[in-house]
């Protein structure tokens, strides 16, 4: 499988090489390619930290101030440590199922789908697949929105300002989206995956620069205080009902699980690294780092904004602060949540590209459609090579996310779904699995038990977050007409 891609990717520049060292048993049958055909990886640790990085410190970090609010003191900081564990312990499972039976010389699973059909088969790799997919899907749709009120943040804080807050500036949010959308899909016509190594890097200084600018504004606000807001419990009862707490802290677990997610991803990231060392323990001090790192940086974020809002923590952080002046900090924070999303969208629905193009090529091997590639000349680069299918069935996709974003505009619940129903199935229930059958742990063991109860808590953990979010939604869907949503 790995194979036919690869050709189909070197097909015009060095076919005879190309053969040559498929056909060469010896491990390194050419000096530029890997033990598998593929051209030489070059990821490192930092690489691989980066990339989790950007892929963790998304547009969650925004609503974790919301959650530690619904949560409180004790508990909040308490879940999200839970939670860095759990992704953290299961992420390094999951390192070693990058390579099947052996984790120098086994076979090498280029996606998670892979490893789970190598490790696991059957049925279950038909319900990761589904699950996945839809959780990418989910992320998209979640990003165009976020996105969205991000722009619009800006122009409202500049039309505040203008009319000296004497305009409540209403705006819909439809223009934004369709903005967004029509970068994406000229985004989206950049094949594969590391082809965009330097879109990592500017994404994660962005989501440093917004998240540090919400930090520094958080901390701002409780000296303006001149006190910590919030209680030990979380949210009083006042403010809200009991049953609307109650839902409210499920939903928080959500938003948290939402910031951990990207386990997905992992194998995908762990296929750019160099060999040797093994790329399972680059990629086990890779996962401490980065996970280390955003921990801490979620912890400041979360606990500022709650310490300066208190019960009234907004849902996102940024928009929360008003239009308080220095307003073009506010400015700076928001177009820096925006580009990085517009990086963060490719690097999550590349996957979902490449899994249906390589199916229809598989399908139709011999389409001119599909296979045809026209190269178009760039002026101080390499030549693009521009592929009609891969233009139309991208362009869709894109447009698809918009018009769905613009139907369903209050997303973060949905996302809170997307959250709850990823955790469990890919961040903890696939990664034990192929654990204990790769590492052949045996039924009723200790540490079979042990795993075992990790799962189980962790899915009642995603049923009760998933329940909050859905509860979320449908308050949401009780005041609100499609296409139609002004702020």
């Known amino acids: 499988m790995g194979d036919n891609i690869a050709a189909t990717n070197h097909h015009h520049h060095h076919h005879q090489v190309f053969d040559v060292s498929i056909d060469v048993p010896s491990q390194n049958g050419s000096k530029c390619f890997d033990d598998d055909g593929r051209l030489n990886r070059t990821g490192t640790v930092w690489t691989a930290s980066a990339h989790i990085i950007t892929a963790v410190i998304g547009s969650g970090v925004l609503s974790l101030a919301w959650a530690i609010a619904q949560l409180g003191w004790v508990a909040g900081p308490a879940v999200m440590f839970l ?119 500017v994404a994660a200084v962005m989501s440093f620069t917004y998240s540090a600018i919400g930090l520094a504004l958080g901390i701002v606000q409780v000296a303006a205080n001149g006190a910590f807001k919030g209680s030990l419990t979380g949210i009083s009862i006042g403010t809200v ?7 409210r802290s499920f939903q928080a677990l959500g938003d948290i699980a939402f910031a951990y997610s990207y386990s997905v991803i992992l194998i995908e990231i762990q296929d750019t690294l160099k060999s040797p060392p093994a790329e399972s323990k680059t990629m086990k001090k890779a996962a401490k780092l980065s996970i280390a790192v955003t921990t801490a940086f979620y912890m400041l974020c979360g606990c500022m904004g709650y310490a300066a809002f208190g019960d009234f923590a907004p849902g996102n952080l940024l928009t929360g ?6 307003f073009w900090l506010l400015d700076i924070a928001n177009a820096a949540i925006v580009v990085h999303l517009v990086g963060a ?3 999550f629905c590349q996957p979902i590209f490449a899994f249906v193009e390589k199916q229809v090529a598989e399908s139709w091997p011999d389409s001119y459609f599909l296979s045809k590639e026209f190269k178009i000349p760039v ?97 949401d869907v009780k005041a609100y007409t499609p296409f139609k949503t002004t702020y």
């Open 83 to 201: 939670f860095s564990f759990v992704t953290y312990y299961t992420s390094s499972l999951l390192t070693d199922c990058y390579r099947t039976a052996d984790p120098v010389s086994g076979k090498r699973n280029y996606t998670y789908m892979d490893a789970v059909r190598s490790i696991l088969g059957g049925a279950k790799v038909k319900a990761c697949g589904l699950i996945q997919y839809l959780n990418l899907f989910g992320i998209a749709i979640g990003y165009t929105i976020a996105a969205s009120i991000s722009m619009m943040a800006i122009k409202r804080s500049n039309c505040f300002h203008e009319s000296g807050g004497n305009n409540p500036c209403h705006m819909s949010s439809n223009p934004y989206m369709i903005l967004f959308g029509v970068m994406e899909i000229f985004l989206s016509q950049i094949p594969d995956f590391d082809q965009i190594w330097w879109l990592s890097i």
């Open 241 to 247: 009902t009991q049953t609307q707490k109650i839902w």
């Open 321 to 326: 602060f008003g239009f308080y002046n220095p």
């Open 345 to 347: 969208y490719q690097v």
């Open 379 to 475: 002026p101080g680069l390499l030549p693009y090579k521009l592929n009609l299918f891969r233009l139309v069935w991208r362009s869709c996709f894109v447009i698809l996310t918009t018009v769905i974003s613009m139907l369903l505009p209050f997303f973060n619940d949905v996302v809170g779904i997307l959250g709850a129903l990823g955790f469990w199935p890919l961040t903890v229930y696939f990664p034990v699995e192929m654990y204990i059958a790769q590492k052949k742990i045996t039924k009723w063991s200790t540490r079979w038990m042990c795993l075992q109860m990790l799962s189980m808590a962790c899915l009642v953990l995603s049923i009760i977050a998933g329940a909050g979010s859905i509860v979320g939604v449908v308050n």
